[in-house]
Every structure is written in C-alpha cells, then in structure tokens.
C-alpha cells in the first residue's frame, strides 16, 4: 500500500481519489529505493505505472518554498512529456503550489521562457528544447537534486544520446538519476554508467498466464474467522507441502506460532530470520520434514521451492504479479494444482481486480469445510543435522552406508541427504529416527565421531 511509504495524509487522500488502490510492481519496487536516494535503473514497459513510480518519490523530495528547478525529466517525444506533466501534475494536486513546466519543441520558445520566469520546480521536456534553454540561459540546472530518463532506450533511438550528455553537464554531479526503460541494449548500459552511480536494477518479471491446472478456491472471511477457517483447510486438505503466505513478517510468525501450538509442523520464512535458520527451513520443508511453509513474498522471492500442493493465500497480495507468482509455486510441470485465497471484507476489491484480470476462482463457504476430527498428521520425516560438511569431505555416500551398514537401517527408510559448507542433514522417516539418532551419536563416520542434532 502507498501509506508505508508516504505520509502526507493529503497526498495519500489524492490518490485515493485518482483511483490508485494498490501499488504497481514497478512502484512498489522503485519507490522505497527511490526514496532512500539510490540511483535506479528499471526495466518496465508502457503501461506500468512508471511515471507515479519516479513522481511520487520526486513530488516528496520537493521543496515547495524554494522556487528552483530541483526535478527534471526527460522524455523521448512531446506527446510522451505531455503525458508525464499531466500524470504528475495530477499526483501533485493535493498541494496547490508545485509548479511543473514542460518544455517540447514544436511550441513557442518565449512563452516557455515566461513561464520559467515565474518558477518551477519540476521540467519536463524533450532534450532537444532543453538544450537550447540551456544554452540561452533561460534555465539552470545548478540546484537540481533528481534527473530521471524515461524511456530511455527510445531517446537513443532517436539520437538524444548527445543531448543528455550536454544536459548532463550542466547539472550538479551529487544528484539521484532514475533511469526507465523497455529494453536493454549495450547502449543503454554505457550510458548508466556513464549519468549514474552504483545505480541499482530493477526488473519486473512480465507476468506469465496462469495456467489452467491450478485450481483457485476463495473463502469469504472475516479476520477473526481465519485462524479456525485455515485449520479447517489444513485438515480437510490432508496436503503434504503448502505454502502459506502473509503480507508481513509479524503475520507470519504469529500464524506460524498458532499453527505449531494447533499440532501442525509448521515453519516460518521471513526476512527477519538468520540466514542459516532461513536456509534451515527451506530445507526441512525441501525434504518433507515439515509440511507447512509460512512465508512473505519478499523472502520467498526468487527461490527455488519445489513444487507444492497447495498454495494458501492467508491475506492477498497487494499486486496481481504477486498473485500470480505465489500461486505459481503449484501445479509446477503440469501437475493439478491448488490455491486457496482468503478475502476479507477488506480485500474485496483487489479480488474483483483479479476476477477482472481472468483468474478464475470457486468460491466456497467455511460452513462447508469438513475437517476430520483428528489431530494434524505428523510429516513425514525427521531430519537429522550431522556438524560436517563439504569442508569436512563429507560425503552422502558416507553418511548413507554408516547408517545402512553400521545401524541397519533400510535405504528406503532414508529421505534426501544435504551436504552444506558445514553441515550435513538427512531425512529419516519419522519411525526411525529415534534408532537413527542414537545410533550416529554412539558410532562413527569416516572413523570420526561428530555431533548430531534431531531437527523437525
Ligand atoms: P507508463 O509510464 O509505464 O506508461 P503510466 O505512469 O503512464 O505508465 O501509467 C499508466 C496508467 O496507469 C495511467 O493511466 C495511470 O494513471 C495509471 N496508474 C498508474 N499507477 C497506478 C496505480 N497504482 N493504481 C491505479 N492506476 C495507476
Ligand atoms: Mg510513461
């Protein structure tokens, strides 16, 4: 949501106006490391909300009572400038003083320079007028604080490239310099590091169509009914992998807390964790030591999970690129499979945006779940954590034999083998592991005696 990165309550009522629910994938990357001052390099196409993605970071950067030119923007064409001005003058409404100039050619230069003779505060332009302003000396670029390049790779196309090195010059080095563009090509890259300075890239992935093997459920809830309501999905499902996901990492350890003291093996994933407890959970979840993985988007971003039952979405996302991205962890390799949303009051409009976008849901009601009375069934494996690894030339074989060999235990009773840096972890089902522990702490492996820890 826009209220975790601006403040201005005016501001965030003015958009709220403007239609702007949620935030774009493109906004919600760019404008907290806008904020924070870094150079960006972000890769979106038409369409995707860039100008609010660099605009609002710009707008409340501003300093409204001093009337120097402090934002500048240049675009490849005039209809493409006149579109900008008009989308941030729009997202400027809620202060009645920000004045924004938009310099093109193909209009008359005096009254440009009329205007700027009243003040501004942003420029928007095509580079070629903004040149000759800066050649005549009706404009000074000395104060500006933030240059953003949209469209970028369009401006080389049109041989702007000369134009903005000219332009460039005449700013102050010590500036954030934001840089949109399509598509990547080599001159695009010579000209970052040429205009910025340990720019950061951001990419939003293109979404990929859901794919019709995964079957999308709803339950309409209220909040308080959904800690019983995911129990009653848990149980009836019997599934032995899901995801569940929550907007916050706070949400995720309370529902993971309630989900271990209701009997479920159930892990968090977030950013708050240690990296080496992180990867720890990853990997029980990895090896069936525990079926349920409670998670944020952030955290679970870009990592290889293998494929999953079940999906849950315990709160929405905020984007439908999220949403197409959690429940694609299902049904990967066009196996069947499933995610359950839950929508709250609430959320009622971002899941009309998602029906609108084609996603196809049954709704069902929670009055319709019908658990089995029992208690959650444990998962599967146990897993077992050796304190040698790649390091030590800890190898799977050798943990293997000293435990089918040495202890007698049945290869099929034994799950997946993970050597790390340090560590070794095996998964043993949950039956033996108690004569699997106890046999490893009394022998060797390799000749050498190590420490073993029950994990799960
Ligand atoms: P781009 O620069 O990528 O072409 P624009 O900034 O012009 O994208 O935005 C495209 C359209 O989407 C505009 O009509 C804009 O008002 C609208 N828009 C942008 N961000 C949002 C948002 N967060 N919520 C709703 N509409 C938005
Ligand atoms: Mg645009």
């Not at 924070?36 to 038409?46: F, Q, S, V, W």
């Not at 420029?123 to 240059?147: A, D, M, S, W, Y």
């Not at 003291?261 to 990867?279: K, V």
């Not at 962890?329 to 839950?342: C, D, I, Q």
Request: with cysteine.
């Amino acid at each position: 949501m826009f209220n975790a990165y601006i403040q201005d309550p005016k501001m965030l009522q003015n958009l709220n106006d403007l239609g702007y629910v949620s935030m774009t994938p493109i906004q919600r990357e760019c404008i907290p490391l806008a904020l924070e001052g870094k150079d960006l390099i972000a890769k979106a196409k038409t369409g995707s909300g860039k100008t609010a993605a660099f605009g609002l970071p710009l707008l409340m950067a501003l300093h409204v009572n001093s009337m120097r030119i402090q934002s500048v923007v240049l675009c490849p064409t005039r209809e493409l400038a006149e579109q900008v001005s008009a989308e941030l003058r729009r997202l400027a409404r809620f202060a009645h003083n920000i004045k924004i100039v938009t310099l093109c050619g193909g209009t008359r230069f005096v009254p440009q320079c009329i205007s700027l003779e009243h003040g501004a505060h942003i420029v928007v332009g095509t580079p070629g007028r903004i040149l000759q302003h800066l050649q005549e000396k009706t404009i000074n670029f000395e104060h500006i604080k933030t240059l953003v390049l949209d469209e970028a790779d369009r401006m080389l196309d049109m041989g702007f490239f000369e134009d903005i090195e000219k332009i460039i010059a005449k700013m102050p080095t010590k500036r954030q310099t934001l840089l949109f563009s399509a598509t990547f090509p080599k001159e695009i890259e010579q000209m970052c590091k040429e205009v910025q300075h340990d720019a950061l890239h951001v990419s939003i992935e293109e979404e990929k169509t859901t794919s019709s093997n995964i079957a999308q459920i709803c339950y309409r809830v209220e909040p308080s009914e959904k800690e019983e309501a995911l129990k009653g999905v848990l149980l009836e499902s019997d599934a032995k992998s899901v995801i569940i996901f929550c907007k916050t990492k706070v949400g995720v350890s309370e529902l993971q807390g309630y989900l271990v003291d209701e009997g479920f093996d159930a892990l968090s994933l977030h950013g708050d964790l240690e990296q080496i407890d992180r990867d720890e959970h990853l990997l029980l979840f990895a090896n069936g030591s525990a079926q349920i993985l409670v998670a944020t988007d952030l955290a679970s971003r870009g990592l290889d999970i293998k494929d999953v039952e079940m999906v849950i979405n315990y709160e929405l996302p905020q984007t439908m690129e999220i949403y197409t991205h959690r429940i694609g962890r299902t049904g990967r390799m066009g196996k069947e499979g499933l995610a359950v949303s839950f929508v709250t009051p609430r959320e009622e409009s971002f899941f009309e945006e998602l029906k609108e976008a084609n996603f196809t849901f049954t709704c069902k009601s929670i009055g319709d779940l019908n658990p089995p009375l029992s208690q959650p069934k444990k998962a599967l494996y146990i897993t077992l954590c050796i304190d040698a690894g790649k390091k030590q030339k800890m190898r799977a074989g050798d943990i293997l034999g000293t435990l089918t060999k040495d202890l007698g235990l049945s290869g099929s009773v034994i799950g997946k083998i993970d050597i790390l840096e340090k560590f070794s972890y095996v998964a043993i089902e949950r039956a033996y592991a108690d004569k699997a522990f106890n046999g490893l702490c009394a022998t060797t492996i390799k000749n050498r005696r190590f420490k073993i820890w029950k994990l799960g």
